[in-house]
């Protein structure tokens, strides 16, 4: 299938998508309505006669979510073993020994929050194994202190990819590194230069560090927040929601009184451990040649996050069994019920592979948004912002900051080096703050699905309740990088937005309070 150029129509279908997903609260219907419009669209262009493009409409839209699918195996395969290996590990009664460990350990909710926020930071390697991670481990003992399934979500989405793009050695700064150096650049030595500009990663921490000490929470999330303290509801759906919230498995399984806080622990450091060696090994390190920052380079994440899952796997059976925590039929069945768990988050994510495969694939999207900015006569101080919104944009959209990354880093590399070659690093450290920004809020981002799943969240009140915060932190980086653009100055533009970020969160707080007749 060749790719077309439909301009301002290419825009349509994640259009459609978000917007039906926020207005009916169901996603995988809206998805769906998405994809269609986009394969009509290209169908129209493309084919003739009624017959002719209906046909066509349905041949695309399957044939571009098959090739997605197969595409993404491994990272279907390592969510459902990573299913598999949380069900397991709950059933053997570790997940339980931990929270009832930590319980005497962490006694309030800045303390579970802060925890959750800490081992998030911790779990640098991978967004996906983040934000399944975090939520197993720490769901329990967040539970305990009343912090809403809402909340819980937001504090995993908000530790993964803002953490996993200033990380050197990620595989978000894999990819980032490798598409900068295509464009000429170094690319290691210019993405740890794009770190202490990128505003919204760095907000974005300490956004969730002052919301963990302080409960500064407003919104929809302060709803949900006062609902699960009054009342003991972790699950609050808004009014007028369609969809009830969905319940959670690991309440009915069968779970072992023998368990112990290793039998969750080695697993989980397994996983990390594994994950490492597999990335490394993927990437070819251990043929030897090359650094391990070269390594992680040329890692590809899904193959090896499979292999470290399985690894983890095994780990657990010879961890479980032979001291009969769990017997060998007990384990299979957890095998398959961890499958079985993660069926909704796969589905999801292959429509969410999908919409963005015919907006990347079949309409141009990418290319029509860059040209956009490329033919802009934009004041050169404001680039920084301006690509900002249109990374943010484009993310959001498409659902994906990889895609982004992709797209507009070679575009903005080639734009500045012409008219702006001293506002280069800041530029691409603005294309990563908002290609963050806006798959952290986007309904089909893989990021936000895995988050609502690990914190056992309806998905679309993780997005109602999260869009807030995010837009908040965005306005403020905005402010930072119009800033920045002016005077190059890293202290005044990150200064000036966090104190701003500080002074925006007490007021919303207090206008949220009054709005919910809660008095200090």
């Known amino acids: 299938m060749e790719a077309i150029n439909v301009g301002i129509l290419s825009l349509l279908p994640p259009i459609i998508a978000i ?62 073993m990573l299913g598999a290996l949380v069900v397991v590990i709950t059933k053997a009664g570790g997940s339980r020994a931990y929270g009832n460990w930590a319980s005497t350990k962490i006694k309030s909710r800045v303390g579970a929050s802060l925890a959750t926020s800490a081992l998030g930071a911790l779990i640098f390697i991978d967004d996906y194994f983040n934000c399944l991670t975090v939520g197993t481990v720490m769901r329990p003992v967040t539970d305990k202190q009343r912090i809403s399934h809402a909340k819980l979500a937001y504090l995993i989405d908000a530790t993964a990819a803002p953490i996993c793009i200033i990380a050197p050695v990620s595989s978000w700064a894999a990819s980032v590194i490798s598409q900068m150096a295509d464009t000429g650049l170094n690319g290691m030595e210019a993405f740890i230069q794009s770190i202490p500009f990128n505003f919204y990663a760095l907000l974005t921490i300490v956004m969730i560090v002052v919301l963990s000490c302080t409960q500064l929470d407003f919104g929809p999330m302060e709803k949900f927040e ?46 990390i451990i594994f994950s490492i060696l597999s990335m490394l090994y993927v990437g070819g390190y251990f043929e030897g040649g090359m650094s391990i920052a070269d390594g992680f380079g040329n890692t590809d994440a899904g193959p090896a996050l499979a292999l470290s899952s399985f690894a983890s796997l095994i780990v657990a059976f010879l961890l479980f069994v032979p001291r009969r925590i769990l017997g060998f039929r007990e384990f299979m069945e957890g095998i398959g019920e961890g499958v079985k768990s993660m069926c909704g988050a796969i589905i999801i994510l292959t429509l969410a592979w999908t919409i963005s495969g015919v907006c990347r694939d079949l309409l141009s999207t990418g290319e029509y948004v860059g040209d956009v900015v490329a033919h802009s006569n934009m004041p050169t101080v404001l680039i920084p ?10 993310s959001f959209s498409m659902g994906t900051s990889w895609g982004t990354f ?29 290609s963050v920004l806006g798959d952290h809020c986007s309904p089909i981002s893989d990021t936000t699905i895995l988050s609502s799943a690990g914190a056992s969240c309806n998905h679309i009140d993780h997005v109602s309740t999260q869009i807030p915060y995010v837009i908040l932190v965005g306005f403020c980086c905005l402010i930072g990088y119009i800033i920045a653009g002016i005077t190059k100055s890293l202290i005044l ?24 007749g809660i008095s200090k």
């Not at 917007?19 to 995988?28: D, N, Q, W, Y």
């Not at 912002?385 to 484009?394: D, K, S």
């Open 19 to 80: 917007g039906l997903a926020l207005a009916t609260k169901e996603v995988i219907s809206s998805l769906i309505i998405g994809i269609v419009s986009g394969t009509f669209i290209y169908a129209i262009n493309t084919a003739d006669g009624f017959i002719g493009v209906t046909v066509k409409t349905a041949d695309v839209a399957m044939s571009l979510m098959a090739e997605k699918l197969a595409g993404n195996t491994a990272i279907v395969l390592f969510l459902a």
């Open 226 to 271: 006062v609902h699960a303290q009054e009342t003991g509801d972790l699950d609050f759906v808004q009014r007028g929601s369609s969809i009830s919230t969905p319940a959670d498995e690991m309440s009915q399984l069968r779970i072992s009184e023998k368990g112990r806080v290793f039998d969750l622990l080695i697993p989980i450091f397994a996983l």
């Open 493 to 516: 533009s990150l200064g000036t937005s966090l104190i701003i970020l500080i002074i925006l969160l007490v007021i919303l707080h207090r206008r949220s309070d009054k709005k919910l």
């Open 406 to 434: 992709g797209i507009l880093i070679p575009i903005i590399a080639e734009v500045c080096s012409r008219v702006a070659p001293e506002l280069t690093i800041i530029s691409l450290s603005a294309t990563l703050a908002g």
């Open 385 to 394: 912002a301006i690509i900002f919104v249109v990374a943010a944009c484009l």
